[in-house]
């Protein structure tokens, strides 16, 4: 089974990259109780917060975890809407994880931890613009670029460069809270994988609006970092949600 799943869905860059995956993590957890954050570390069980975001990518090297390499992703072709399918994709590994958190009672303490460590990986994921894309291009992987004077693809541009040129950090993000109300974040925190996929998509035609010579310039990152900014303290808010959910009781 594994090797059929590495053959059907060939490698992709996976999102964020470490820095982004920590800031998502670390929204989640600052943004929960007292009692929600003591749940999570004893299932976490010795994975740090930070840790437990980036996991999903710290074990990619790990050829066991091969068939783990679809999940990161969901490929919808411009202009078309997802179509439910019963295939190993981004979506439908979210929706299993958190379904069978919700049901955590059924589960050991194992299987709640590596669930939680599905979760905090794959809502970061989830609201990356590039992973939510186009297969034609492998989400942006295909798109050869130069990052001021470096070679890099735009996937890579919005995983990890501007975020690390730009120092972007959880408390930065953060800050972003004040721009949304009440009513705004009640929404936010509202569960629905499949809802929730359309906003990043909705922002794909700013991500390909790329100079002419695919030179991307400060003008571009000053454009997008705000955007990217958003869209980790989206991901965070959407996080801690599920663990609310999770951990009500």
């Avoid at 989640?28 to 929600?36: E, G, M, P, R």
């Amino acid at each position: 089974m594994a090797a059929f799943f590495c053959a059907a869905f060939p490698h992709r860059t996976f999102a964020w990259g470490k820095q982004g995956h920590e800031i998502v993590a670390t929204i989640a957890y600052t943004l929960v109780d007292t009692n929600i954050k003591k749940e999570v570390i004893k299932y976490l069980d010795g994975i740090t917060v930070a840790e437990a975001g980036t996991w999903m990518d710290d074990v990619r090297s790990d050829h066991k975890y091969d068939f783990m390499k679809s999940w990161h992703y969901v490929n919808i072709e411009k202009g078309q809407q997802y179509v439910a399918t019963k295939e190993p994709n981004l979506i439908n590994e979210l929706n299993d994880a958190i379904e069978k958190l919700e049901h955590k009672s059924t589960l050991s303490n194992e299987e709640i931890k590596r669930n939680l460590l599905l979760v905090f990986h794959l809502v970061g994921d989830m609201h990356q613009p590039l992973h939510v894309g186009y297969g034609i291009d492998k989400g942006g992987n295909d798109i050869q670029v130069k990052y001021l004077t470096k070679p890099a693809n735009l996937h890579r541009v919005w995983d990890t460069e501007i975020i690390e040129s730009e120092h972007i950090s959880a408390n930065q993000c953060l800050l972003l809270t004040k721009n949304f109300d009440d009513d705004e974040i009640k929404q936010l925190k509202t569960i629905n994988v499949e809802k929730w996929v359309y906003e990043p998509r909705a922002l794909l035609s700013g991500v390909y609006s790329l100079p002419e010579d695919n030179t991307i310039d400060q003008a571009y990152i000053d454009k997008n970092k705000k955007i990217i900014e958003t869209q980790l303290l989206i991901a965070g808010i959407r996080l801690s949600a599920i663990l609310e959910d999770v951990f009500k009781s």
